[in-house]
């Protein structure tokens, strides 16, 4: 348990079944198969990470809405076939975790079945079948989360917020 040693062994233990992780940008690198893409499928390859400093890219990319929203559908409907890859280490902190205790992953996509494919793709079983996938189905910043639908959703997972 290399990469969970200094959570582990700190004075503070924290159980790992209340903690919950979100998929794209957190377990997957949405940012880069999306500057990957944006390179192949429409020609702006000088995008950089640094570069996406708004949850509306369209408003800090040189590109517009139908363009980027394409780009979130294609990953959105085929993460293993668009190339999405794990952020760097997830693979061995979430198989440690996956040791301890379900591993809840919330995302807001709308489909859980792609992020079971992507998990199935790049984790070994035995892992994959430490994970629960809840899809919130809220993908866009001008839908307005109301507080309580957070915390129905938590409690429908078994996780318990730590904000208010």
Not at 88 to 96: A, H
Not at 109 to 136: E, G, N
Request: charge should be negative; glycine fraction near 4%; hydrophobic fraction near 45%.
């Amino acid at each position: 348990m290399n990469a969970l040693k200094n959570i582990v062994n700190c004075p503070v233990k924290i159980n790992p079944a209340l903690l919950g992780f979100d998929f794209d940008g957190v377990i997957a690198d949405t940012a880069e198969i999306f500057l990957r893409l944006a390179c192949e499928d429409y020609g702006l390859c000088d995008l950089r990470r640094e570069d996406i400093v708004n949850f509306e890219v369209e408003q800090c990319l040189p590109l517009d809405r139908t363009q980027a929203d394409a780009i979130f559908t294609k990953v959105l409907l085929d993460s293993v076939g668009t190339g999405l890859q794990p952020m760097e280490g997830v693979v061995d902190v979430l198989g440690e975790l996956a040791e301890l205790s379900t591993i809840s992953v919330i995302t807001a996509r709308t489909l859980a079945a792609p992020v079971h494919d992507w998990f199935d793709a790049f984790f070994p079983a035995s892992t994959c079948k430490a994970i629960k996938v809840t899809a919130m189905g809220i993908h866009d910043a001008s839908h307005s989360i109301s507080m309580s639908k957070v915390y129905n959703s938590l409690s429908m997972i078994e996780l318990k917020p730590v904000f208010s």
